[in-house]
């Protein structure tokens, strides 16, 4: 490629760069990130291409000052931690805020699915959750305690059992994206379908109240957490799939990293999500009254903050740039 043309395609995109340097305490940690990978990415390609040359020259100079200044950051351990939690995950759910609609989507056409083959075919809990399963629970209910199954194991061992098991399910939605998106929505599906078989089944039994009261004290961050990580593994297969104007390695890389820091951002939910499951679940006899306060405050609690506050960050972050 020549010079002039390299010059040419990305001349709007520096000046936009530049403008954002010249405010570059205002800026978001994640912008930043996303700024100094695509000026890396340019001065490579400069280097390689045009090493003398003054458009080197500007691109170097360019990333050396933000080089500087996220060095600077990294010494603030305390507060990049805050940061992160703070503005980092909202700001980079706004950018994937399509793709957390797609995974919603996919999830809950899947429970639909799971609900209607579970209501016109009695054999199909079987084949989704497994004979033992559906044995033991026909048992528990027959006993007068359908929720049992969760009250089996020590909660000790149980919370870190869960949790682990979790965190490793929301890890591989996020890895398979490396095999494109679809791949995530294949597992997506999967966890959609069984849990659509999960609750008609104790709907067909009369038990649909139960275990929506019951299932959902965890079931609404951990679910809540598989649809988040099935947003990173799409954003990741998406980065592969439709690179747009960066080379499809790059474009891979940019969109795998956005994935990774979604994915980190649902560790501590699954954590909620195991304790309460370990420790709350189990105790059936809590007043519906107080079952239903758990599950409305976890599900305000996700939409508050991977949702709501998102966007009004990003509406501040935008108002700062423009004025």
């Not at 933000?66 to 010494?75: D, G, P």
């Amino acid at each position: 490629m020549k010079e002039a043309v390299f010059v040419r395609q990305n001349r709007g995109k520096w000046k936009q760069y530049e403008d954002c340097l010249k405010n570059i305490e205002q800026q978001s940690p994640d912008a930043l990130a996303d700024i100094f990978i695509d000026i890396t990415n340019d001065l490579s390609f400069a280097q390689s291409q045009y090493p003398n040359s003054h458009i080197y020259l500007y691109l170097n100079s360019l990333s050396i000052r933000l080089h500087q200044f996220i060095n600077r950051k990294k010494k603030e351990k305390l507060s990049r931690i805050v940061v992160y939690w703070k503005q980092e995950v909202p700001l980079v759910m706004y950018q994937a805020r399509k793709e957390l609609l797609y995974s919603f989507l996919i999830f809950a056409v899947s429970v639909l699915i799971g609900i209607f083959s579970t209501a016109h075919d009695e054999d199909f809990p079987r084949l989704v959750l497994g004979d033992e399963y559906v044995n033991r629970t026909k048992q528990n209910i027959e006993n007068g305690d359908p929720m049992a199954i969760y009250k089996d194991n020590h909660s000790g061992a149980m919370f870190f059992g869960i949790t682990v098991n979790n965190i490793w399910v929301s890890f591989n939605v996020f890895i398979f994206g490396i095999f494109t998106s679809i791949a995530s929505a294949y597992i997506l599906m999967s966890n959609g379908i069984s849990l659509g078989c999960f609750q008609y089944f104790f709907y067909d039994y009369g038990l649909l109240k139960e275990s929506l009261l019951t299932v959902w004290i965890h079931g609404t961050l951990e679910i809540s957490a598989i649809i988040i990580a099935g947003a990173a593994g799409i954003t990741m297969g998406n980065g592969w799939l439709f690179p747009g104007t960066y080379s499809r390695l790059v474009s891979f890389r940019k969109s795998a990293q956005r994935g990774m820091k979604i994915v980190v951002g649902t560790i501590p939910i699954f954590i909620i999500a195991g304790f309460l499951e370990s420790f709350v679940t189990r105790h059936t006899e809590l007043p519906d009254a107080v079952r239903a306060a758990i599950i409305l405050l976890s599900l305000s609690f996700v939409i508050f903050y991977f949702i709501i506050y998102p966007n009004k960050l990003f509406k501040q972050y935008n108002h700062v740039r423009t004025n």
